[in-house]
């Protein structure tokens, strides 16, 4: 046992902490405080609280204009179109073929 009763190897069993080394001359251990689980989640308990992490699909609304799909309060990739006015001057699409 060391000074602070029950700590030792970095580790103190009563406050549940570790322990780091002061920087070397001083001697004394420091405590820091490190946030530590009582008990080990199950893989039910871990798979509940994972379950929310999933990607969610973009709200796609279809463009008034020409129909097609964009994100709602955006130009439209496809036309250029925003609440009725041309924002976006669109280029058409080249397809480079294999020569």
Not at 26 to 43: I, N, Y
Not at 56 to 77: E, S, T
Request: charged share 30%; with cysteine; hydrophobic share 30%.
């Amino acid at each position: 046992m060391t000074a602070a009763g029950m700590c030792s190897r970095g580790f103190c069993r009563a406050r549940g902490t570790k322990t780091t080394e002061a920087p070397a001359g001083d001697g004394r251990a420091k405590e820091a405080v490190v946030a530590l689980p009582k008990r080990r989640h199950s893989r039910s308990r871990q798979g509940k609280r994972r379950a929310n992490w999933r990607l969610k699909a973009p709200n796609l609304v279809p463009c008034p204009d020409c129909r097609g799909l964009k994100l709602p309060h955006r130009a439209c990739p496809a036309c250029g179109n925003y609440a009725g006015e041309s924002v976006v001057e669109i280029k058409p699409h080249v397809h480079r073929g294999r020569s």
